[in-house]
């Protein structure tokens, strides 16, 4: 069965550093996602991406994060200066259609923030 | 924006018993209720979901509820077994998937 993969597992970065988290949704979603979950929380939403462009975005998206499809098959957040409250883990979810369908999670990037 | 309350946030039930878990969301527009059970370190499964134009549904050990006027949902868990341990989160979307807080729930044998 088909999974959404995200690399890496872990990443580690000093505070004020850029990090790069990819994410391979499966190959015939339409719509990806990007979620947050700080340790013992709740899931965040924080982005959706269809046809190339933001679809949706929460008040956690600003303007120190971006996302981008390079490929035809990654998909990119991005973080350009790391503070400590972004150490969480990061899910990628992706659905055949809007969020009104089924979206399946791939494992998670645990960001560390030092 | 959406936002979905979730009641308990513990659970400890016998093996064996129901376990029953309630959500309210805010925004009527919602109109899917996922569910995603959690376990420690892995990623949101989903378990079951619910769209607005049903009231109920049901796979095996599994049931959900959907009350749109009352604008809320729950899950229903019959039977339980010590795998089922976990922690649960409820959804609801319309154009972005907001989450509860969680419910940990805690069979024991």
């Known amino acids: 069965e088909p999974e959404v993969t995200q690399t890496p597992s872990h990443q580690v970065t000093q505070m004020g550093q850029e990090v790069i988290l990819r994410c391979v949704p499966i190959s015939n979603h339409l719509y990806f996602y990007w979620y947050r979950q700080i340790l013992g929380q709740k899931v965040e939403f924080l982005v959706s991406?269809?046809?190339?462009?933001?679809?949706?975005k929460s008040e956690i998206f600003d303007d120190q994060f971006s996302v981008e499809r390079p490929d035809g098959s990654n998909f990119t957040l991005k973080i350009r200066s790391t503070k400590l409250e972004d150490s969480a883990m990061y899910f990628c979810?992706?659905?055949?259609?809007?969020?009104?369908?089924?979206?399946?999670f791939g494992p998670g990037t645990r960001l560390t923030v030092t | 924006g959406e936002n979905v309350e979730q009641h308990p946030s513990t659970l400890s039930v016998q093996e064996g018993d129901s376990a029953v878990i309630k959500c309210t969301y805010s925004?009527?527009?919602?109109?899917?209720f996922p569910w995603y059970k959690q376990e420690l370190g892995k990623r949101p499964q989903l378990i079951i979901d619910?769209?607005?134009?049903?009231g109920e549904k049901k796979d095996q050990r599994i049931a959900v509820t959907l009350n749109k006027t009352a604008k809320h949902f729950s899950l229903h868990i019959t039977e339980t077994q010590p795998e089922d341990s976990a922690v649960y989160f409820c959804?609801?979307?319309?154009?972005?998937?907001?989450f509860g807080a969680g419910t940990r729930l805690t069979v024991k044998p």
């Open positions: 959804a609801a979307s319309i154009d972005d998937m907001r």
């Open positions: 619910i769209r607005s134009n049903v």
């Open positions: 991406f269809y046809n190339n462009e933001i679809s949706e």
């Open positions: 979810a992706s659905s055949v259609d809007r969020s009104s369908y089924e979206q399946y």
């Open positions: 925004d009527s527009a919602s109109n899917y």
